[in-house]
Each structure stands twice: as structure tokens, then as C-alpha cells.
């Protein structure tokens, strides 16, 4: 069976400092990938996709950035976290052939 | 663009009695995905139920039921017999059809409270 996993699970970071924000999908191939932003008390926005290795799609410019280097394994990342990059962080995955999508655990980002 | 939208913010319901939960959308799409998911306090996205845009008939997951009604762009989810495990934020979702991105775009959420 597939599964999802992120981490870590929570992180406190301050303001200006680097990011990174590991997702990897077990028992699947090319998977389309997704990371989603929750600000609290929100519903989901979607920040990034990716159909394939090295292909990112960015659906909101900001002071993030994502990247695929594996088949199963995405990254989001920044050079330099603001108060507004706080909240929860969800990983996504679909078959490429099925419209089901399957979310990881998630990361809960705070920025101080 | 695809826009959903969730007008209730919180729920109530009574253990053991059926709720609804309203979900309208708005896309130019001909083809489309329906989607709710359930997050719990722990965080985790859950995924319910699913109805395509051309399913005829209303989609039915156990004790969650889709009600598409096309021609309003309305699909709320019932939930019969709530249980107290039921408490939890749901979305609604959906996403474009025919392609093989399947973003979904994601309502603001309705908070479920099912008293004992």
C-alpha cells in the first residue's frame, strides 16, 4: 500500500532564516505531487505541483520554492522565512491515472 | 477560475441525527471533480467522498452521501448518524477535469460539533 510521509513533524523557526520541508511517497511511481499552505482557521492553498522529476509548477509567487529530485521525494524550501510563512504545511499525492488525492501528516511551521 | 464556498462556519449536530453540510462552486469548466475531506484536530487531510461532474447518479461512501445538484452548483455532503468521532473541520474541494494535474482548490471549511 502507499503511503506519505513529512517532516518534520513541527518546527519553530525564526524570521530570515532557511527552510526545508521533506515529503516522500512509498509503494507508488510518478506520482503527482502537491504542497499546501493552511494559515490557522483557513482552508487549503495550493503553493506547488509537480507531474514529474524537475518539473514544479507554482501556483502562488512568494519567498518559497519547490523542487522534485527524486521520483517520490518533494522539497519545499526558502532562503528566508517571514511571519507570514507560519502554518501547516500538508504534502499531496495522486496517481497519475486517478483523481484521489492522498495528504501526508503535514509540518506546522512557526515563524518567530 | 474555480472558486468553492463553504456559508457555514460551524455546525451543530445531536449524536445519532443526519446533517448537511453546504458546499456551492463556481467553474466554466464542462468537466469537473467534487471533493470533501475531513481534519480532524490532528491535522490530517481524510478524503471522503468523491462525485464527477457527469455521474448521473449522487455519490454514497457508508454514512456520507454526496447531494450534486449541477444546474444550482451546489454538492453538500450528509453525514447520517453522526457520531461524536465525526467532530472535525470539513472541505470541500474540486478540482478540473480532463487533465492530469488535479489541483484542487479547497472551500474556507465548516466546523462539525456533535454533541452526546
Known amino acids: 500500500s502507499q503511503t506519505i510521509h513529512q517532516w518534520p513533524a513541527t518546527l519553530v523557526q525564526p524570521v530570515g532564516s532557511p527552510l526545508s520541508l521533506e515529503c516522500t511517497v512509498e509503494g507508488t511511481s510518478n506520482p503527482n505531487l502537491y504542497w499546501y499552505r493552511q494559515a490557522a482557521g483557513r482552508g487549503l492553498q495550493l503553493l506547488f505541483y509537480?507531474?514529474?522529476?524537475?518539473?514544479i509548477s507554482s501556483e502562488v509567487p512568494q519567498n518559497l520554492s519547490a523542487s522534485r529530485p527524486q521520483d517520490r521525494q518533494f522539497i519545499l524550501s526558502s532562503k528566508k522565512l517571514l511571519l507570514s510563512d507560519s502554518g501547516f504545511y500538508l504534502c499531496a499525492w495522486t496517481p497519475g491515472y486517478s483523481y484521489e488525492q492522498y495528504f501526508g501528516p503535514g509540518t506546522r511551521l512557526t515563524v518567530t | 477560475a474555480q472558486k468553492i464556498t463553504q456559508t457555514q462556519p460551524g455546525m451543530f449536530v445531536q449524536e445519532k441525527e443526519a446533517v448537511t453540510l453546504d458546499c456551492t462552486y463556481d467553474t466554466s469548466d464542462p468537466s469537473y471533480g467534487l471533493f470533501w475531506y475531513k481534519q480532524p484536530s490532528s491535522g490530517e487531510m481524510i478524503f471522503l467522498i468523491y462525485?464527477?461532474?457527469?455521474?448521473?447518479q449522487n455519490a454514497t461512501e457508508g454514512r456520507y452521501s454526496l447531494n450534486f445538484q449541477k444546474a444550482r452548483k451546489s454538492a453538500n455532503l450528509v453525514i447520517s448518524a453522526s457520531q461524536l468521532g465525526d467532530s472535525a473541520m470539513y472541505f470541500c474541494a474540486m478540482n478540473r477535469g480532463g487533465g492530469s494535474n488535479y489541483k484542487l482548490t479547497f472551500g474556507k471549511g465548516t466546523l462539525l460539533t456533535v454533541n452526546p
Open positions: 462525485q464527477g461532474s457527469y455521474d448521473q
Open positions: 509537480s507531474v514529474g522529476i524537475g518539473q
